[in-house]
């Protein structure tokens, strides 16, 4: 019930592309749904969050889609660019408890 | 920059020897979380302190201990070490002494371990 699934493992998107990153988790209790960004030799970094009294948030280029009956929640980047190449966690934690399940990882790669 | 300073950023030792990583917050967080990172393991949640007590205990190793002083600084003292222990140890820190916390985790940079 703690697990939080991530995937897909890697991705390959082309300069422009929609990059897609999904997750899923069990614990109905989780109300705090963050992804964190993570570039070769420094440690993650908050992109962007979600609490589930909403099913989208965006904030410029980046997407969280949340399905709350489904208990899954998405990253979208749209207009994917060679900057944004990085690994993606998402994760899950109930408010004001900081303790935070993260999911496996996306290592995603934007073409030039 | 986070504010959360790491160090060791690199370490080789040897089996059986024992390492203390240590990590100091950013100015006015109370809370330092340690997890480690293996090659395609994701980040694995191993301890929680708030303001110098344990609060929440993950997958850490008996051999694995830590603490966080009254300046709030925190160490991981990893003993014993195998080859299975070489990882990434990432230090974060949250909730801060005033204001309202947003619930964001701000990470430092990492201790690479590597055990040989």
């Known amino acids: 019930q703690q697990q939080v699934k991530q995937s897909p493992q890697s991705l390959i998107v082309q300069k422009g592309g929609i990059s897609i990153i999904n997750c899923a988790y069990e614990?109905?209790?989780?109300?705090?749904f963050p992804w964190y960004q993570q570039f070769p030799g420094k440690g993650p970094a908050l992109l962007i969050a979600?609490?589930?009294?909403?099913s989208e948030k965006k904030e410029g280029r980046f997407t969280i889609s949340f399905n709350k009956s489904a208990k899954q929640f998405s990253l979208h980047i749209m207009d994917s660019q060679p900057g944004d190449s990085a690994t993606y966690f998402c994760?899950?934690?109930?408010?004001?408890?900081?303790?935070?399940?993260f999911g496996t990882g996306t290592r995603l790669k934007v073409l030039a | 920059d986070s504010g959360v300073t790491q160090t060791p950023k690199h370490l080789i030792t040897a089996t059986g020897q024992r390492v203390t990583l240590r990590c100091s917050p950013r100015?006015?967080?109370?809370?330092v979380y340690w997890y480690q990172q293996s090659l395609d393991q994701g980040l694995q949640f191993l301890i929680q302190y708030y303001n110098g007590e344990e609060r929440a205990k993950g997958n850490i190793l008996e051999r694995f201990s830590a603490q966080q002083f009254p300046d709030l600084h925190s160490e991981l003292n990893l003993s014993s070490l195998e080859l299975g222990d070489s990882a990434l140890y990432f230090c974060?820190?949250?909730?801060?002494?005033?204001?309202?916390?947003?619930?964001?985790?701000?990470f430092g940079e990492g201790s690479r371990l590597t055990v040989l």
């Open positions: 974060a820190s949250s909730v801060p002494l005033a204001g309202v916390s947003t619930g964001e985790l701000f």
């Open positions: 614990n109905t209790a989780f109300d705090y």
């Open positions: 994760a899950a934690s109930r408010a004001g408890t900081y303790k935070y399940i």
């Open positions: 979600i609490r589930p009294d909403v």
């Open positions: 100015s006015g967080d109370l809370s």
